[in-house]
C-alpha cells in the first residue's frame, strides 16, 4: 500500500523543485524607467524573463523554456556598473568677500585721473494706479473733513454758549424748505439767525415727491407756516431730467421721472418750470392749511450766473402761492402778503 502512494507523490515533488527554480531564474534585478545600458551602446538587449516567454510545445506551463536561464544571465552581466559621477571644478576662481560693511553705500567709482562719480541712485518706483486712486481719495476725505470741523470751529466762535443751547433745544422751526442736493442747492441759505429757523430737506431737484414724508412732517407736525421751494443755477438735476438719464440707475431714473420739464430745455428756464411745478403739486396737498390761511408755498432760485438779473448770488423769490409774475412778486414781497392767493380770488 505504501509503496503505490509513494510513486503517485514522486512527480509532484519533482514539478515543486522545477517551480523553485523557475522563481530564482525570474528573480532579476529590475530598473523602473530606464532601459538597460547595454542597449544605448548597440549591445544585444536582455532576454525577456521566463515567466513572459512562452512555453515550448510538448512541455507544461510553469517550467523555463530551454536557453532562458542561461540568456537571463548573459543580461546580467552585459549591464555595466555605474559610473561615479564627474567633479567639475569651477574654470574662474570666486574672489574673496569684500571686507567692508556692506550696510554702508557703495563707494564712489572713477576711472584713474578722472572726476568722482556719484555713486547710482535707483529712480523710486510709482505705486500702481489702484494706490494711487486710494491715496488720492483718502486725501480727499481728510481734506473735507477737516474743512467742515473747521468750519464748525468758526462758527462756535461766533456764538456765545447761550445762543448754541437755545439752539439745541429748539423744536419748532418756523419753515420747512426743500433744497436741491447738488453743493449750490443751499449755499448762503444757513448762517446768523436763520438757521434755528428752518427744517431743511435735499434731494434731487428739490422735489415734494421724492421726500414727501419729510416735508409732511415739517408743515403738518412741526407746524411750519412756510413751505418754500428752491433750486439753483447750473443744477444737475435739472441737466439730466431735460436729457436721456437712461444710462443712470433705476432708483435715479425714478426720481428724474418726476422732474416734469421739456427735453433740451436750458437749465435755467428748466429750474424755473421745475419750480413752479413743485409748488402747484404743494398746494393740492396742502390745500387744508393753504385755505384756512396757515401756510404759505414759495419758490426760490439762487442766481450765481445772475441771469434774470438781479445780482450774482441772490436768492430770488419766483413763485408766491402760484404767482409767478415778476412785476407781482416784486409788489407782494414789498408789503409782506406772502398769504396772498391769487388762484382764491385774495
Not at 433750486?231 to 433705476?250: E, F, M, Q, R, V
Not at 402747484?280 to 439762487?302: D, H, P, Q, T
Request: net charge positive; charged share 25%; aromatic share 4%.
Amino acid at each position: 500500500m505504501m509503496l503505490p502512494l509513494l510513486l503517485s507523490l514522486q512527480p509532484a515533488w519533482a514539478d515543486d523543485a522545477s517551480g523553485n527554480q523557475v522563481q530564482q531564474v525570474i528573480k532579476l534585478p529590475l530598473k523602473l524607467n530606464k532601459p538597460p545600458q547595454a542597449a544605448e551602446h548597440g549591445a544585444a538587449p536582455a532576454a525577456k524573463p521566463a515567466a513572459e516567454a512562452k512555453p515550448a510545445e510538448g512541455k507544461p506551463e510553469g517550467k523555463p523554456a530551454e536557453g532562458a536561464k542561461p540568456a537571463a544571465e548573459a543580461a546580467k552581466k552585459a549591464e555595466p556598473a555605474k559610473a561615479a559621477p564627474e567633479k567639475m571644478e569651477p574654470g574662474v576662481p570666486m574672489a574673496k568677500p569684500p571686507t567692508r560693511d556692506l550696510s554702508q553705500p557703495s563707494p564712489e567709482v572713477r576711472a584713474p585721473g578722472g572726476k568722482p562719480r556719484a555713486a547710482h541712485r535707483v529712480k523710486p518706483r510709482r505705486p500702481a494706479k489702484h494706490v494711487e486712486k486710494a491715496a488720492g481719495e483718502a486725501g480727499q476725505v481728510k481734506g473735507v473733513v477737516g474743512s467742515i470741523l473747521k468750519a464748525n470751529s468758526a462758527y462756535i466762535a461766533k456764538h456765545s454758549p447761550g445762543y448754541l443751547a437755545k439752539l439745541g433745544g429748539r423744536a419748532a422751526p418756523r419753515a420747512t424748505v426743500v433744497a436741491c442736493s447738488s453743493p449750490g442747492g443751499n449755499v448762503g441759505m444757513l448762517g446768523g439767525e436763520a438757521d434755528a429757523d428752518l427744517f431743511v430737506i435735499s434731494n434731487l431737484g428739490n422735489q415734494l415727491a421724492s421726500s414727501e414724508g419729510s416735508i409732511e412732517y415739517g408743515v403738518r407736525d412741526l407746524r411750519t407756516p412756510l413751505l418754500m421751494f428752491v433750486s439753483h443755477t447750473g443744477c444737475g438735476a435739472i441737466k439730466a431730467a431735460a436729457g436721456d438719464y437712461s444710462n443712470l440707475g433705476p432708483a435715479v431714473q425714478k426720481e428724474l421721472d418726476n422732474i416734469e420739464i421739456p427735453k433740451g430745455i436750458d437749465a435755467t428756464n428748466g429750474a424755473l418750470i421745475n419750480i413752479n411745478n413743485q409748488v402747484e403739486g404743494a398746494i393740492l396737498k396742502f390745500s387744508g392749511e393753504v385755505e384756512a390761511g396757515r401756510l404759505a408755498v414759495l419758490g426760490g432760485y439762487y442766481d450765481f450766473n445772475n441771469d434774470l438779473k438781479q445780482g450774482r448770488g441772490k436768492l430770488v423769490i419766483t413763485n408766491i402761492n402760484g404767482e409767478t409774475d415778476p412785476a407781482r412778486i416784486r409788489e407782494l414781497t414789498r408789503s409782506g402778503r406772502y398769504f396772498h392767493y391769487g388762484f382764491m380770488g385774495r
